[in-house]
């Protein structure tokens, strides 16, 4: 079974910095682009940032400039370096993979539980 396990939330004062991973579990022969989305409470879920496995990045512009996003593809893991929080950044971040080949299936559109950043202000 195939799992997309992210770690790393918590709770920061603004200006801080702070670190999220995913790791795709499971026996994955190859991983597409892996990204990370968020939703804060009352909004629509919006793209923070995608990583293709050539390590091509993209960034929504409310985070260009402070936050990072990086890959191993050998360790099947994705990080969201997150600096210069800001309150608005507070929500439920979840990882994302666009497609993922195990040796019986190749799933599309794989989410992760979610982890909760809350910047105070």
């Known amino acids: 079974q195939v799992q997309l396990v992210e770690s790393g939330g918590g709770l920061v004062q603004a200006g801080e910095s702070l670190s999220v991973s995913c790791v795709a579990s499971g026996i994955i022969y190859s991983i597409g682009v892996m990204g990370w989305y968020r939703q804060a409470p009352g909004k629509e879920r919006e793209m923070v940032a995608t990583?293709?496995?050539?390590?091509?990045?993209e960034y929504a512009d409310a985070v260009k400039d402070r936050f990072t996003i990086s890959r191993d593809n050998a360790k099947k893991t994705v990080w969201l370096q997150m600096n210069s929080l800001k309150p608005e950044d507070t929500a439920v971040y979840y990882c994302?993979?666009?497609?993922?080949?195990?040796?019986?299936?190749?799933?599309?559109?794989?989410w992760g539980q979610g982890t909760v950043v809350t910047v105070s202000s």
């Open positions: 990583i293709t496995g050539s390590g091509s990045a």
């Open positions: 994302y993979v666009d497609s993922l080949v195990t040796p019986r299936y190749r799933y599309r559109e794989v």
